[in-house]
């Protein structure tokens, strides 16, 4: 079975760049963040682009290495799949890349969430073979 990998281009922005020149560090985890609700949209079906549908899903955790630098005249795109399926919760894996180089990897921890009860929940089964199209182990 061919694992997926979603792509999502990035478009740098003049204010993503720090006095030093390079891409801020703080940045990455808005462009692992978008590319994150675009594959909950495109991936898994959500709607929350379309119809402002709310997510059954919040952010634990974040992790990111930062292995290179980033420059405004970068052409940028972030790869992301599934590096781990829980009851709860699922591991999404990210490489943030420009034209040449890998410059960060990064890890989310997202768990399903019931926001009326405002507890975790199982994931749904029909989510979980959705997801296994994109799992891989980085």
Request: hydrophobic share 40%; charged share 25%.
């Amino acid at each position: 079975m061919e694992i997926k990998r979603y792509r999502y281009d990035i478009q740098i922005r003049f204010n993503d760049i720090d006095g030093l020149g390079h891409i801020n560090n703080a940045v990455y985890h808005s462009y692992i963040e978008i590319c994150r609700t675009r594959w909950l949209d495109d991936a898994l079906g959500s709607k929350v682009f379309v119809t402002g549908e709310r997510v059954p899903i919040i952010l634990a955790r974040t992790e990111m290495d930062y292995l290179r630098q980033g420059y405004l005249q970068d052409q940028l795109y972030v790869e992301a799949f599934i590096s781990h399926i829980g009851e709860k919760s699922f591991h999404q894996s990210y490489e943030v890349k420009n034209q040449d180089h890998t410059l960060a990897v990064a890890k989310a921890v997202l768990v399903w969430f019931d926001f009326e009860l405002n507890r975790s929940i199982r994931i749904p089964d029909e989510m979980k073979t959705l997801m296994q199209d994109y799992r891989s182990v980085p």
